[in-house]
Structures are given as structure tokens and as C-alpha cells.
């Protein structure tokens, strides 16, 4: 068992390293592009290697996991459990504010039409080389953020979650 301490430290490593150390290279376009046109095979599999579990200063409880694809690229998934559905657009809000670029932003909608969240695509940094891309979005009450050095990697890790 971790201590609270250790556990922080360990969130800190898990959320900071992935956006500001390891940055992406490829701007949301051409990565996407890239992955539509099948750059990277769509039969990459995942295996989780590590996960945390907390509190965040916004309140929510939070689950932070690491995990490694078949070709060896890290994905981290983030997922913060808000107390209601309004209360995680307000987080989703405050974590997007400072992003340097918005590449998607769109509404969600169920099987019956009506709203379930909003997807975002976002940068947050202004250096066109380590320009970090990360994907939100919100399912009611909870708040979904996936991001990797690679992101084709964190968009074929989208399309799989839940069945990773």
C-alpha cells in the first residue's frame, strides 16, 4: 500500500512526464491524417503496466493508468469520477482553459440523441516541437483525458477504451 505522499509523488510522475518531458512532434493534422491513412496498424494491443488512485483539488475522485502498447509506445488514461455532470463540465472547463490550441471540440449524444458530454482535442503548449496533444471528454459525471508521445497511439487507444 502507498502512503499519501508516495501516492501524490507517484501521480505527479504519472500526469507531468507524458506533457513535458516526452512530448509529441506531429501537430493533430498530420497525425491524424497519418492514422486514417493506416501508418500505424489498428491491430496494436495494450497492456497496463501501472495505475494510481486519488483525489484531485477539484474534489473528484481520480484513477491514473499507464499503458504499453504491443510496439513498445506508453499511453496514460486519466479518468476523474465528479459528483455530477454539471460539476464535471466545470472541471473539464478549468483543465482545457490553458490549452494553446483547440483541434475538436464537439457534443456527445447517446443512442437516444440526447447530450452525454463533449469531446475535446487540445494542445498545451506553444512550442510547435513539443506540442502536446491531449484527448478529453466527459460521459456524465466523469471526465476521460488520454495522452502518449504518440498521438496516433492515444487515438487508437481511444477507439478501443473500454476494451483495451
Known sequence: MLSLGALGLLTVLISAAP???LASNTPYAMAYHHFLQGGI???IS??????AHGITEDGCEFSS??????DGVVVFLKIHYCKSSANAQGVLNKLTKDATKVFERKTLTGKDGKRTGERI???FSKD????PEMILWTDGNEIYMVESTSFAHA???EKKFPNV
Open 19 to 21: 506533457l513535458n518531458q
Open 41 to 43: 496498424s489498428q491491430d
Open 46 to 51: 495494450f497492456q497496463e503496466k501501472g495505475a
Open 65 to 70: 493508468t499507464g499503458w504499453e502498447s504491443s
Open 121 to 123: 482535442v487540445a494542445a
Open 128 to 131: 510547435s516541437i513539443k506540442r
Open 155 to 157: 487515438l487508437i487507444f
